[in-house]
């Protein structure tokens, strides 16, 4: 389930973090925030949206890889997706991006995911408000 309601303002990662953690919507206070594997769900079904920028948003997926133009890795580093045009990217923590918190789990094995929901139902329109 996706939230889906007014949205913050942008804010960097640690309190996009923190504010899905605290969210307490929809009868619901288990949120978090999205991998990028559940943020590239929510692009592919961004019409179903009912409050959806067209804009970056945070995944809770840190980036492993380095930067070609810095020397080291860095924890810093977190995935995020555009949902203008699907692009996905890594973005230093300490940027601003837009935040949709969720409350199920993807789990991805080889080429495929699947999702852990609540009622073992995987159909996206049903979990979204």
């Known amino acids: 389930m996706f939230q889906d309601a007014d949205l913050p303002k942008q804010m960097n990662w640690d309190n996009a973090m923190s504010y899905c953690e605290d969210l307490n919507f929809a009868g619901f206070s288990d949120w978090r925030l999205p991998t ?71 789990l991805c094995l080889g080429s495929g995911c699947v999702g852990n929901y609540d009622h073992g139902y995987d159909d996206f329109d049903r979990y979204v408000r």
């Open 36 to 106: 990028i594997e559940e943020l590239w769900i929510a692009y592919q079904h961004k019409r179903e949206f009912r409050n959806m920028q067209k804009d970056w948003y945070w995944s809770s997926t840190i980036s492993t890889t380095t930067d070609l133009f810095i020397s080291e890795s860095y924890t810093s580093f977190s995935r995020g997706l555009n949902f203008y045009d699907g692009v996905g990217n890594g973005n230093y923590q300490i940027y601003n991006s837009f935040v949709r918190c969720v409350r199920w789990r993807l």
